[in-house]
């Protein structure tokens, strides 16, 4: 038997799902957004955030520790809040995000790995911001490397350059990656203050599965008490 007729379900030209206008009004979708949009709109939406968390917090000029911070799109957005006698630094184990980095015009971000990180600063930091930092344990995987240094190194070296009163604002990417956060700073006695999912939406700089959306979750916390 030969069909010559389309059945009614099937979408024609005049009855196409249109995309709704309200949807398409700020974006262009037939071209790709630049990298620098994607950063700036990481950053605007950011900015929300660290406001929400951040602003009760009484530093002037605070000292600031950036774990992970990749390419550290929160540099200005810190010195915005904080008042531009902030001094910060940003560690990140990858040298292409450390190069990206300064490629953008960020001046804290260093080379290192957190194993190690009594090697690359001195003293205590009033606050440690560690945005996405990687807690999934199977994380290193694909590299072949099967120990995961979180909770037996990172976080004890974490606590190790804080004092009573320094606050570690932690941000994970997913949900098994906050839960698993929870429990290994409460195993190492950090005095959590908040957790939750974060209300605040942060499109990402990248554009892939997983990695569209970031800052999903939120903790915030103090060291441990000697
Ligand atoms: C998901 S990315 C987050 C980057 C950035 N904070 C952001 O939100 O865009 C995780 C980062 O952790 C860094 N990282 C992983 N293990 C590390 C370690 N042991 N020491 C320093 N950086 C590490 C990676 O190089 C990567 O840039």
């Not at 979408?11 to 709704?20: G, I, L």
């Not at 009594?118 to 990687?134: K, L, M």
């Not at 605040?200 to 800052?215: F, G, N, W």
Request: hydrophobic share 40%; charged share 25%; proline share 7%.
């Amino acid at each position: 038997m030969v069909i010559t007729t389309a059945p009614a379900s099937l979408p024609t030209a005049s009855n196409e799902r249109k995309v709704p206008e309200e949807l398409l009004r700020n974006y262009d979708v037939a071209r790709r957004p630049t990298f620098k949009e994607l950063v700036s709109r990481e950053q605007s939406d950011l900015r929300a955030v660290l406001q929400h968390y951040l602003s009760d917090i009484q530093f002037k000029n605070p000292r600031i520790l950036d774990i992970c911070c990749g390419t550290m799109h929160e540099e200005p957005l810190l010195y915005e809040l904080f008042g531009e006698g902030t001094s910060m630094i940003g560690i990140d184990a990858r040298q292409s995000s450390v190069e990206k980095a300064a490629e953008l015009g960020r001046k804290s971000v260093r080379l290192g790995d957190l194993r190690y990180l009594n090697e690359y600063v001195e003293g205590t930091f009033d606050i440690v911001v560690g945005r996405n930092v990687p807690l999934n344990p199977n994380g290193g995987l694909w590299r072949l490397e099967y120990d995961d240094p979180w909770p037996g190194i990172i976080f004890p070296n974490i606590a190790s350059v804080m004092n009573d009163n320094s606050i570690l604002f932690l941000t994970l990417l997913m949900e098994d990656e906050f839960y698993r956060a929870q429990q290994i700073l409460s195993r190492h006695k950090f005095r959590i203050l908040l957790e939750e999912k974060n209300p605040i939406p942060v499109r990402s700089d990248l554009v892939c599965v997983a990695a569209d959306m970031k800052d999903t979750y939120v903790i915030t916390a103090k060291a441990p008490l000697p």
